[in-house]
């Protein structure tokens, strides 16, 4: 069945180093969303990308969408203390059934 | 107004019992899902609405769970003959629109069977 994939599924990081995660779909994607849920918050929308080889930016947070609509990266440019949470990735698929993906937990030291 | 709302945040029950989760979205959300979190994992889909419609409900586990949203705004859902397995974070979203719309999430209700 369709999975989402996310990895790494932790990632250890010093403040004002760069961070990556990825999230790669077994199937094509309608979309993909990211969210970012902070330790025990709730899950908050980042962003959402439609569009083939989409790129998007936020302050420090670069997001894109692969080519086939089967994978999407999130980066951050030096990173805060602030950016500590766990990120997902979320996509439908054409038939409109939608998948989170495991997520990625980043922790910052300070 | 208030995001989404969720009721109880906490909930512990005895095997066997049945559960009532109620949320409260959004005003004017046309869509309500409902996610089953475990602890460090993503949110699962549970169930989804579209109005009073329930538009896909193949995430549902098992014929022990069922959710209804009869006029098209607050919704519940239901666990009967609860089991410990049934022990997670359940979560409700709403959406302006359909799933290709950003999703709110409530605070979540932390089911406990014992």
């Known amino acids: 069945g369709q999975q989402v994939m996310q990895i790494p599924q932790y990632q250890h990081v010093q403040e004002g180093e760069d961070f990556t995660t990825y999230c790669n779909s077994s199937?094509?994607?309608?979309?993909i969303q990211w969210y970012k849920q902070r330790p025990g918050g709730h899950p908050v929308f980042l962003i959402q990308?439609?569009?083939?080889?989409e790129v998007k930016k936020q302050k420090r947070l670069t997001f894109q969408f692969g080519e086939a609509k089967k994978n999407s990266s999130l980066h951050i440019t030096a990173t805060q203390t602030t950016d500590v949470g766990t990120y997902f990735c979320?996509?439908?698929?054409?038939?409109?059934?939608?998948?989170f993906g495991s997520g990625t937990k980043l922790n910052v030291k300070p | 107004g208030a995001g989404v709302s969720q009721s109880p945040r906490y909930k512990v029950t005895k095997r066997g019992q049945d559960v009532a989760l109620r949320c409260d979205p959004i005003?004017?959300?046309?869509?309500l899902y409902w996610y089953r979190q475990a602890l460090g994992q993503g949110p699962e889909f549970l169930t989804y609405?579209?109005?009073?419609?329930?538009?896909?409900k193949s995430g549902l586990p098992n014929d022990r769970f069922s959710a209804e949203r009869p006029e098209g705004s607050i919704s519940t859902l239901t666990i009967q003959r609860t089991e410990q397995r049934d022990s997670a974070m359940y979560r409700c979203?709403?959406?302006?629109?359909?799933?290709?719309?950003?999703?709110?999430f409530g605070p979540g209700t932390r089911l406990t069977v014992t």
């Open positions: 979203a709403s959406s302006l629109g359909g799933p290709l719309d950003e999703q709110y």
């Open positions: 199937t094509t994607l309608s979309n």
């Open positions: 990308l439609v569009k083939s080889g």
């Open positions: 979320a996509g439908i698929d054409n038939f409109n059934k939608f998948y």
């Open positions: 005003s004017g959300h046309v869509s």
């Open positions: 609405f579209n109005y009073e419609a329930q538009q896909d």
